[in-house]
């Protein structure tokens, strides 16, 4: 079965500082796809970044890193100097892709809060 | 900048009322979606369209909730009777079907509030 576990609920840190949130996946297809969404106070869900399972680089966005570790099965995600304007929920998420049922299993999200 | 449009955007009611939301997918997006994202969880997905069939409604609680995408464009779903329990956002979400992964675009989402 899929599941997506971000273990912190709620995170706070100072504008500036760097800030990394964890993502923790199960799934039995060697087959996935892993995503990065988030979803400000506005309410409509960003996407930031899909990963396939068979592109282990890690990734540099701006401000932003994915840290993709297959042996971990962990797909972390930094903010480098922060900003206030990233204070939202950052969702993980996972699919196993391809064909009719491509259905997103989203973790309960992590609620990011930068203060100034 | 094509987009997944949704309304209404807010809905208030009252429990045992019925309530209709409409989704408008990306114009040529053959797949839409919908979830539900109760409030500090994640969203969960509800029903899957291909065209105008349904490919996925084994989360969707039958007993009060339907959806139906008629022509294999828009897509209409309503609660009734609706429970306090359904509060709740409602997110409408469509993606293109071409033989590889399809990245799927959301819309703004629908906040239903029951009383």
């Known amino acids: 079965a899929q599941k997506v576990t971000q273990a912190q609920t709620e995170i706070s840190v100072v504008e500036k500082e760097d800030v990394t949130l964890d993502c923790v996946y199960e799934?039995?297809?060697?087959?996935?796809?892993l995503f990065w969404y988030k979803q400000p106070p506005s309410g409509e869900l960003v996407f930031l970044i899909r990963?396939?399972?068979?592109?282990?680089q890690n990734e540099i966005s701006g401000r932003y890193s994915w840290n993709f570790q297959k042996s971990t099965s962990s797909f972390n995600f930094t903010i480098t100097a922060s900003q206030v304007v990233d204070s939202a929920v950052y969702f993980c998420?996972?699919?196993?892709?391809?064909?009719?049922?491509?259905?997103?299993?989203f973790g309960k999200g992590t609620r990011l809060h930068i203060l100034p | 900048e094509a987009e997944v449009a949704q309304s209404p955007r807010y809905k208030i009611t009252e429990k045992s009322q019925a309530v209709a939301f409409w989704c408008d997918p990306i114009?040529?997006?053959?797949?839409l979606y919908w979830y539900r994202q109760i409030l500090g969880q994640g969203p969960e997905l509800l029903v899957q369209?291909?065209?105008?069939?349904?490919?996925?409604d084994s989360q969707l609680p039958k007993d009060r909730f339907s959806a139906e995408r008629l022509k294999g464009v828009d897509s209409t779903l309503k609660i009734q009777p609706a429970e306090l329990g359904d509060s709740a956002m409602y997110l409408c979400?469509?993606?293109?079907?071409?033989?590889?992964?399809?990245?799927?675009?959301f819309g703004p989402g629908t906040r239903l509030t029951v009383l």
């Open positions: 979400a469509s993606s293109l079907l071409d033989g590889s992964y399809n990245e799927q675009f």
């Open positions: 799934t039995r297809d060697t087959t996935y796809y």
């Open positions: 990963r396939n399972s068979f592109d282990e």
């Open positions: 998420a996972l699919s196993e892709a391809l064909g009719r049922d491509d259905k997103i299993i």
């Open positions: 114009s040529g997006h053959a797949t």
């Open positions: 369209f291909q065209d105008e069939s349904v490919v996925d």
